[in-house]
């Protein structure tokens, strides 16, 4: 491990080495090397911003194991190797429900208001995040097709991208029966709910660079016989779809990031990245983080010039009050300055699971072995 200034964030830097040690950890519920480290670093104040740890072996009972962390809006969904989804509340570490899959998840996990939905292969299970209640009919919904994108739901609907037929399919959530499909002319790679409320809306991208968005019109019955708004992009390709604050960032394997109005589908923005866009572009603080196929680039987000980019990283992992943590290939984790790009830190993150945290404020670790910890 390098550490290139004496920071306060050396409590992180000590979390992070100690975790990828396999000999380090308890099976349950005893105490590990890396949560006495932990609280040797806090109670000597050279680091305050433990928020909370957790041990889901300790509240199975049984040997358990995280292995798909995500977090989406206010809440952290940790998968487990029986298929379990715990989902934590990101500030207090409480753990809030738990649903049961049949197997792993094949899409990123989607929120749209007070739901989220889970897709595995042909089968998709809708839950509200502030329970874990089961939205649909029945105990999973299992589809006619397969999904070729996340899906998004309301409490009468589901939402998701298909191939073959090309389209977005609209899912009759309690009988379980496939409804209207706005058909395309591609497939529809990516779909994400925007707005709130009454007034959201279902924003679908295809691969062939077209843009579309739909009212969230009941599955069961006629198709939206109008567009909010539709475009298509020059991109040759779509590659990812994100919103923030109102705005989409879309981008393409010709480079370009998009950056549009989600209520007109107009384009505010647009500047080159680091060759092809490889994932979704994460809006924290009027800094835009977009994963190129050769390095991480940030842009303003007012403006969309470049601030600066990073060739070791392709991935963004959170932003912390005037530092960002970003995720390098040979598994390591720098530690950079929002403002300019330059490095102050490089963490030891072998073995161990960092997920993108979108609105930024705090790092998420799992060890792989049913710790989880969260630190400001």
């Known amino acids: 491990m390098e550490l290139r200034h004496l920071l306060p964030i050396s409590l992180l830097t000590v979390a992070l080495s100690c975790a990828s040690t396999t000999s380090d950890q308890a099976p349950t519920g005893g105490p590990t090397r890396l949560d006495q480290r932990v609280e040797s670093f806090v109670a000597d104040g050279q680091f305050s911003g433990e928020l909370w740890r957790l041990n889901l072996s300790q509240l199975a009972k049984e040997k358990t194991h995280d292995r798909v962390l995500q977090v989406e809006g206010d809440l952290l969904y940790v998968q487990d ?13 409480i753990h809030e429900w738990v649903v049961s899959l049949s197997g792993e998840m094949s899409q990123p996990v989607q929120a749209a208001g007070e739901l989220v939905t889970f897709v595995f292969d042909d089968r998709m299970v809708s839950v509200r995040t502030d329970s874990g209640a089961r939205v649909i009919g029945q105990p999973e919904l299992r589809l006619d097709f397969w999904p070729w994108s996340a899906a998004v739901s309301t409490d009468q609907s589901l939402y998701v991208g298909r191939a073959a037929p090309y389209g977005v399919q609209a899912v009759d ?28 809306d279902v924003v679908a991208a295809t691969e062939d660079g077209f843009l579309v968005s739909l009212p969230t019109w009941p599955a069961i019955g006629k198709a939206p016989t109008e567009e909010n708004w539709q475009r298509r992009l020059p991109a040759a390709r779509i590659t990812s779809l994100s919103g923030s604050d ?28 680091a060759g092809r866009v490889t994932g979704p572009a994460r809006s924290v603080d009027g800094a835009v983080y977009v994963p190129g196929e050769n390095a991480l680039t940030v842009f303003d987000a007012e403006t969309g010039q470049e601030l ?35 490095e102050v830190a490089r963490l030891d993150a072998r073995g161990l699971h960092l997920p ?6 705090i790092l998420v670790i799992g060890d792989g072995r049913g710790h989880v910890y969260a630190l400001r």
């Open 356 to 361: 993108t945290v979108p609105q930024g404020g």
């Open 246 to 273: 109102g705005r989409l960032f879309v981008g393409s394997d010709d480079t370009f990031l998009y950056c549009m109005d989600e209520g007109s589908g107009r384009i505010l923005w647009k500047n080159g990245a």
């Open 173 to 200: 959530s309690q009988r379980g029966v496939s409804g209207w499909q706005y058909h395309t002319k591609g497939a529809v790679s990516h779909v994400m709910m925007a707005g709130s409320g009454g007034i959201a």
């Open 308 to 342: 600066w980019n990073c060739t070791e990283s392709k991935r963004f992992v959170t932003q912390v009050g005037e530092l960002c943590y970003l995720a390098t290939d040979n598994q390591q984790v720098s530690v950079r300055q929002v403002s300019d790009g330059a």
């Open 81 to 93: 190797q029986t298929h379990l989804v715990h989902a934590i509340d990101l500030e207090t570490g």
